[in-house]
């Protein structure tokens, strides 16, 4: 079957808009016609690192409308609307564990740009594009998927705002709902307003967190932090950084939320943290962070990474939705929606003044 694509060929190009050749469903596989799929930082950093050269179909925020489904898939059939996240086995044990954001074959799931048996997903006649990004590539027309990241919604889910719950809102919001955990009496520090770290705000505000600080550099993002849940905002530029979160929670925050993946942030959110505070860190960044290892023991604090919000999709997507039809959780106030032809401008956007570009088809 012939679809199109938006076809990376490195670092150095934008993307074009191809042709490509679709394999079929097997047996355990989903087709989905797609509606809409949300950019990723991770697709962008994701496209830096493959060399100069390599078709590439990244997307991994997908949704749409399921057009079939092999034999040996259950609860999913042709004409549902879903929404793709990221892949997993569901038979290793962390999957039977219910952590399946640190299943055993997760790299080679949704990262190895093709089938776990080597197979390619897309094709431009016999040559294989490298795709089945996070057990999807929705930066396509269709895309082949399987039963694990494939979450039924209901037949209203408006699938523009929800395409990006199958991952930036998901980790957003997850980092705050499954692992942070934050009470009515803690303090919650966001650092990086865009669309991950706004989930968390929004989660945040969700569970009635008493203190809720959003720190960005941009102005127009801490003033959307603050109509979405933050109870305070700070420039992340500012020399006192620290010493103002100190202020605004009572002499530390008990909690922290990274989406920057900058060594000096962290090293910024670990200091602002209160004695026997945690750290979630989820950002793309630098390998070395230099923590101060002396407060870190001396304070007893906690800092971790996460996966995906450690959420699993099937349940998690779900309650985001809930959420938003409750007023909980406005994801809507986050999406600006694209052509699907109109790619490269939805990219350079994002640089300016989006905070979560969604391709539509």
């Known amino acids: 079957m012939r679809t199109q694509a938006a076809v990376s060929y490195g670092p150095g190009t934008g993307f074009t808009i191809e042709d490509v050749d679709i394999a079929d469903p097997r047996p355990d596989e989903i087709l989905v016609r797609l509606t809409a799929s949300g950019i990723c930082h991770t697709d962008l950093v994701t496209k830096a690192a493959l060399p100069q050269g390599v078709p590439a179909v990244y997307g991994h925020e997908g949704a749409g409308v399921v057009e079939a489904a092999g034999a040996d898939v259950t609860g999913v059939r042709p004409g549902d609307r879903v929404v793709l996240s990221y892949n997993s086995c569901g038979t290793c044990a962390r999957c039977r564990a219910g952590r399946r954001a640190y299943c055993e074959r997760f790299a080679a799931l ?5 089938r776990p048996d080597g197979s390619a997903t897309l094709t431009r006649g016999e040559d294989p594009v490298w795709s089945s990004f996070f057990g999807q590539s929705s930066f396509a027309r269709h895309a082949v998927a399987t039963r694990e990241n494939v979450v039924v919604v209901p037949a209203d889910t408006d699938l523009v705002t929800a395409a990006p719950m199958g991952c930036g809102f998901q980790t957003g919001a997850g980092s705050v709902v499954n692992v942070l955990r934050p009470e009515p009496d803690s303090s919650l520090v966001v650092f990086g307003a865009g669309g991950v770290g706004l989930a968390a705000v929004m989660a945040a505000a969700a569970l009635g967190t008493g203190t809720v600080v959003a720190v960005d550099l941009v102005e127009r993002r801490r003033r959307l932090a603050a109509e979405l849940g933050a109870t305070h905002t700070l ?25 920057t993946g900058a060594a000096p942030v962290i090293r910024a959110a670990a200091r602002a943290l209160a004695p026997l505070g945690s750290l979630v860190v989820v950002g793309l960044g630098a390998a070395d962070l230099g923590v101060d290892t002396l407060d870190l023991i001396g304070g007893g604090k906690t800092i971790r990474g996460s996966i995906e919000g450690d959420a699993n999709p099937q349940d998690f997507v779900p309650l985001l939705l809930d959420w938003r039809a409750a007023g909980r959780f406005p994801a ?3 999406v600006t929606a694209f052509p699907f032809t109109a790619i490269d401008e939805a990219v350079a956007r994002m640089k300016e003044d989006v905070v979560k570009p969604v391709l539509t088809f």
């Not at 949704?110 to 093709?114: I, T």
């Not at 009572?250 to 922290?256: D, L, N, P, Y």
């Open 332 to 334: 809507e106030r986050l």
């Open 110 to 114: 949704n990262n190895a740009g093709r």
């Open 235 to 259: 420039d992340g530029a500012s020399p006192d950084l620290v010493e103002h979160i100190r202020d605004l929670t009572a002499g530390g925050a008990s909690h922290a939320f990274d989406t």
